[in-house]
């Protein structure tokens, strides 16, 4: 059972920078996929990036494209968010996920991630 715990959350201007960060107790696993999902009040889930099990491959969404950046430090079983430039619409409840590979594959449906944190909140104000 794979526990995850964010922190790193909190109230920036636009234009500012946080970095996200997400223990996993007990280790992610070796054929995992690590992403981040976030969710506004009224709003479905959005997926925001993830990274494959080797993390050879990391994909963004197109809102964050260019301005996020997910790492991993495997040694450590941690998995950060690194976001700057950041703007009112990126005011969010952020969620780390991990969920197995399916036939070496990563999803951005939230479905195929098993296991959540509790979240951290990104306020971001103009």
């Known amino acids: 059972q794979v526990q995850l715990m964010e922190s790193g959350g909190g109230s920036v201007q636009t234009g500012g920078s946080l970095i996200l960060s997400c223990k996993a107790s007990?280790?992610?696993?070796?054929?995992?996929?690590k992403g981040w999902f976030r969710q506004s009040p009224g709003e479905e889930r959005e997926w925001v990036a993830f990274?494959?099990?080797?993390?050879?491959?990391?994909m963004y969404s197109d809102s964050v494209k260019g301005r996020f950046t997910i790492s991993q430090d495997k040694a450590e079983n941690m998995l950060y968010l690194q976001m700057s430039g950041l703007k009112p619409e990126d005011t969010a409840m952020y969620y780390c996920?991990?969920?197995?590979?399916?036939?070496?594959?990563?999803?951005?449906?939230?479905?195929?991630?098993?296991?959540w944190g509790q979240g951290t909140q990104v306020t971001v104000s103009s």
């Open positions: 996920v991990a969920g197995a590979a399916k036939e070496g594959r990563c999803y951005i449906i939230p479905d195929k991630y098993d296991f």
């Open positions: 007990g280790g992610f696993g070796s054929n995992t996929c």
């Open positions: 990274t494959d099990p080797l993390g050879t491959s990391k």
